[in-house]
């Protein structure tokens, strides 16, 4: 949750004068911060394009930014004043069940004589222990999501509607909360990944991935003993596909966007070989790629076979890396059985690979 207080201090170089009621079609929008020297670095270029855009929409000229990031010390300062300025009952109302615990410790401190600089540093104790991400959002990696209070003081009342709206109708905001429920107008905005790849280097991997179908050659026997077309009609995770009956492969789209290939071969060897590319224009950057692993492998693999991998990444984190991943999956049955994924640009390319001598 966010809070903005009108008891903080005030750097110079904000000054507390009411802002300019609207602003000029051609004036170039203005975002301050409460506290330069701590959050101005913290707030991205892309994040303030985004601000901007949104400004210009609603015909705001000036805002204020109040808080973004935040250690865990900070998170507790925050909490400790406003549950002072406000009661225990009140920040109940705003907080998660992680939250919660934060202030029941404040409670217990408060109530053990602690001084104030003591029961902060035992509420940042208590934050850390449960992860800051758990108890606000301020706490997270900003390389990955800027969490954006903005003071509504400086939003001229006849305006805040339009600028509600143009924050609700801006795709690149994946979340608002507005006053009363958080005394400040709370965004979170998802910051696109950036990799040394180029769009063409990109273009040509995908390429290379789809392609490459290990021994499917023209001389292959396209196997249909475990896969056909059936198994692929009725499937209710699958927007639209096209199947090829000479080499029992399937090509196509989910409804979550996402694009697949998927074919099922017997040479001089048989097996399977499938590819999602995941993105881009992802809302969240994830942490991890194990959900759209188990996306892929529940509809290019047999049940057994989708049992054994999740096995293996139910124990083992697929985390989210622009280095190239491979890993194998123990099993009786296949001379080669493993899961790879790499990441580029704001794309997840996820292969699965089978095959027994």
């Given amino acids: 949750m966010d809070y903005w207080y009108m008891g903080a201090s005030i750097e110079s170089t904000v000054k507390w004068k009411h802002p300019i009621q609207s602003a000029k079609e051609d004036s170039v929008p203005i975002i301050k911060f409460l506290n330069p020297g701590r959050d101005s670095h913290k707030v991205s270029t892309y994040s303030k394009k985004v601000l901007k855009s949104i400004m210009r929409a609603s ?7 109040t808080s973004t990031a935040r250690t865990a010390n900070d998170q507790a300062r925050i909490m400790f004043e406003n549950i002072e300025r406000h009661s225990v ?6 907080y998660g069940p992680y939250g919660d615990k934060v202030i ?26 449960l992860d800051p991400r758990n108890v606000s959002r301020h706490a997270g990696d900003p390389k990955k999501l800027n969490v954006i209070d903005i003071a509504p003081s400086w939003i ?37 990944w950036k990799t040394k790849m180029k769009i063409s280097k ?5 390429l290379i991935v789809f392609a490459n179908t290990a021994c499917a050659t023209e001389q292959c026997i396209f196997s249909s003993e475990y896969f056909s077309e059936n198994n692929y009609k009725n ?12 080499n029992n492969e399937i090509k196509g789209i989910l409804k979550s966007g996402h694009l697949f290939s998927i074919k099922h071969w017997s040479c001089t060897h048989n097996g399977t070989h499938a590819v999602l590319i995941v993105g881009p224009n992802l809302k969240e950057i994830p ?33 989210i890396s622009t280095n190239f991943q491979k890993i194998y999956i123990p099993n009786d049955e296949y001379s080669e059985f493993y899961i790879s994924y790499s990441v580029t640009n704001e794309i997840i390319i996820i292969e699965i690979k089978l095959y027994q001598v």
């Fill in 156 to 192: 001229n009342l006849a305006l805040r509607k339009k600028f509600e709206y143009a924050i609700n109708s801006e795709s690149r905001v994946s979340k608002l909360i507005t006053p009363p429920k958080d005394p400040a107008y709370h965004l979170e905005i998802p910051q696109p």
């Fill in 287 to 319: 942490d991890n790629v194990n959900e759209y692993v188990l996306q892929l492998a529940k509809i290019a693999l047999r049940n057994e076979d989708i049992d054994l991998l999740s096995k293996v990444i139910s124990i083992k984190n697929l985390p």
């Fill in 104 to 129: 029941d410790h404040y409670s217990i401190l408060k109530s053990n004589g602690k001084s104030n600089s003591e029961i902060i540093a035992g509420m940042s104790l208590k934050i850390t222990s």
């Fill in 235 to 246: 499937n209710q995770s699958i927007s639209l596909y096209e199947w090829s009956n000479k």
């Fill in 59 to 65: 015909g705001i000229s000036e805002i204020t930014i």
């Fill in 89 to 94: 009952q009140h920040q109940k109302i705003l």
């Fill in 202 to 206: 990109i273009i040509l991997f995908i």
